[in-house]
């Protein structure tokens, strides 16, 4: 059943055709417990451990809102220049699929708690492009479906499926722009810009890591393409669980050239749902899309309004934290580096890495030189978030620190760091365990030759003499006396300078 | 006027997953049709200054601090489920052979 879409290339697709965007968002929170129910929403729990009557849609249960989830939700609606709602009520989305015991979502329909909003958002060459936010509501997750007896895990083919209802009832909240238009050729590069500042604005706000690889932050991307200069839009496709910044760029680009061949060719394209396929970075055919008032919503009548306070909701506006692309602009400008070099920053994740290393302490330019260099080519090695490397900021400043002093050069700050992702500890007990400080400190090193001449004068006269090969014995005196500590070579150049001899 | 058509009560059984036949079609869409009826009365006698009612109350933002409390054991959760596999809800195919 596998049919291969015709593709025309992506140029000759934006010579006939203007896409048209729409992207929704679901964010989930990083709340304690669930949106209508006191369950922990921690990850890693063993299956159906953290359900209760409520999120399991037993009779007689019945939901009641979390506060934190609202805050959260006013809060994102703000940072998006968003009305909040001065009253809105959550409503039923009825439709009858495993995932949801309750065989309905709570969602909110045609009163979400946010509104007519927008997020200006930086392109690579630093040009701004204002996305307009339709809306943004309060929603619960599904459960996780595990389909057994079919090939890699798949629904189709499937004898059963198995259910684990701990994820069912985590706070959502979804985030729908209203219809991109004017991207042009951008459409792809606007899609994933919008989502990665997006993204940078939830974390931002502390109201969810928002990491993507771990589906705590997922994109579907509505794309349709009208014959230029058309105003009407055209049948538009829903690509589904685009769940990393780089696909959303991929799965925008796919449908353009996928939807401009159905045109070309004198077809319709079919409105669908389509699944965004990581390996190949194409799309398949999903079900057909059920019409929105197959969902049947109707106001949910066990959850009373939300008609937030108009003090409260000042409250988190005068509290909302620098948003990130003001604080981009503000550290590109004190760490004196190009938009391009910033934009590489934010692509490798390292803005809050550094900013908290310079906290600690550090140089912009150093903290920006280990965690773009060396940490950042180990995060991509083990394929892990920059931050999750087990180095903190305060180490990273330590070596540098150390850097700065003289104890350690370059090459020894490597092995020091690299001690510290192997688990030998803090900077300071790699360089005793490891030996590593340089006596840098002339001086002392100096001495230390001095007192080795002054001991061995008969080695001293056979130097003096040309047989600078005996230097070896003089090297040995002062390694000893410095316990190893000394730059072997420098040692002998100062021994060698010393005698008056040339090397 | 009909309230609700055969034709709409055969697209909601399908929405709802149940297989209805022809003689139950015929006998739900009239019963159907008879408390939309009734219900519907409803609004012949509600003006335009009478909002739609969804809540009896005048209850507003009842919310609960996020605070966890203990959740059913996995075994207390499955006890109700007519099948399971692996700690979780067993449920028949989901999609069919298309």
């Not at chain 1, 059943?1 to 000759?12: A, G, I, K, N, Q």
């Not at chain 1, 701004?128 to 895990?153: P, Q």
């Not at chain 1, 040692?491 to 090397?503: D, F, N, P, S, T």
Request: with cysteine.
């Amino acid at each position: 059943m596998t049919v291969t879409d015709e593709l025309v290339s992506y140029e000759d697709a934006l010579e006939s055709y203007d896409p048209v965007m729409g992207l929704e968002v679901h964010v989930e929170l990083g709340t304690k417990t669930k949106m209508f129910c006191c369950c922990s929403t921690s990850l890693g729990a063993e299956p159906n451990s953290q359900t209760c009557p409520t999120c399991l849609g037993l009779p007689g249960s019945l939901p009641v809102v979390n506060a934190t989830g609202v805050e959260s939700a006013i809060k994102i609606g703000l940072a998006l220049n968003c009305e909040i709602a001065e009253w809105c009520r959550f409503a039923r989305k009825n439709y009858f699929y495993p995932d949801m015991p309750k065989n309905f979502q709570t969602s909110q329909y045609d009163e979400p708690i946010a509104f007519n909003g927008y997020l200006d958002v930086a392109l690579e060459d630093g040009e701004i492009f204002r996305v307009e936010i339709e809306r943004a509501h309060m929603e619960e997750d599904t459960g996780k479906s595990t389909h057994i007896g079919g090939a890699t895990g798949r629904i189709h083919g499937a004898s059963h499926s198995l259910l684990d209802y701990n994820r069912a009832g985590i706070p959502l909240i979804e985030i729908v722009t209203k219809p991109i238009v004017g991207a042009g050729a951008r459409a792809p590069e606007v899609a994933k810009a919008y989502v990665t500042e997006l993204r940078e604005l939830i974390r931002a706000l502390g109201v969810s890591e928002a990491r993507m690889e771990m589906g705590q932050m997922r994109c579907d991307v509505n794309l349709s393409l009208r014959p230029n200069g058309t105003e009407t839009f055209g049948t538009r496709s829903e690509t589904k669980n685009v769940n990393s910044l780089r696909s959303v760029e991929r799965a925008v680009r796919f449908e353009i050239q996928r939807h401009a061949a159905v045109l070309d060719s004198g077809g319709t394209v079919v409105q669908e749902t389509r699944h965004f396929n990581e390996d190949t970075g194409s799309t398949t055919s999903g079900r057909i899309k059920e019409e929105a008032e197959d969902y049947r919503y109707f106001p949910e009548p066990d959850l009373v309004p939300i008609a937030p306070e108009r003090a409260w909701v000042e409250e988190l506006r005068a509290a909302l934290p620098e948003l990130p692309r003001v604080r981009r602009q503000r550290l590109k400008a004190e760490w004196g580096i190009s938009d391009h070099e910033m934009q590489s920053v934010l692509n490798a994740g390292a803005i809050d890495p550094i900013v908290a290393t310079i906290d600690a302490g550090a140089p912009a330019d150093q903290a920006r030189k280990w965690w773009m260099g060396e940490l950042a080519r180990r995060a991509n090695e083990d394929d892990v978030e920059l931050s999750a490397l087990p180095i903190t900021p305060e180490q990273v400043a330590r070596v540098c620190a150390l850097v700065a002093e003289g104890s350690l050069n370059d090459k020894l700050a490597r092995q020091v760091i690299e001690g510290v992702l192997a688990g030998e500890g803090d900077p300071d007990q790699v360089v005793d365990k490891r030996g590593l400080a340089v006596v840098s400190d002339e001086g002392a090193l100096g001495a230390a030759v001095d007192e080795a001449i002054a001991a061995n004068p008969g080695v001293a006269d056979k130097i003096r003499g040309g047989k600078v090969a005996a230097a070896g014995a003089l090297v040995g005196a002062v390694m000893k006396a410095t316990r190893g500590q000394a730059d072997a070579a420098r040692v002998r150049e100062l021994i060698l300078e010393k005698l008056g001899v040339q090397g | 006027m009909p309230g609700i058509t055969r034709e709409e009560v055969a697209h909601l059984g399908r929405l709802s997953r149940l297989e209805l036949k022809d003689e139950e079609l015929d006998h739900f869409a009239g019963q159907l049709d008879e408390i939309i009826g009734a219900v519907a009365r409803v609004s012949e006698v509600a003006g335009e200054d009478v909002p739609p009612t969804s809540h009896p109350l005048p209850l507003t933002n009842v919310m609960r601090p996020d605070v966890v409390r203990p959740s059913l054991t996995p075994q207390q959760a499955l006890s109700g489920a007519p099948a399971q596999e692996q700690q979780r809800f067993k449920v028949p195919q989901i999609l069919g052979e298309e």
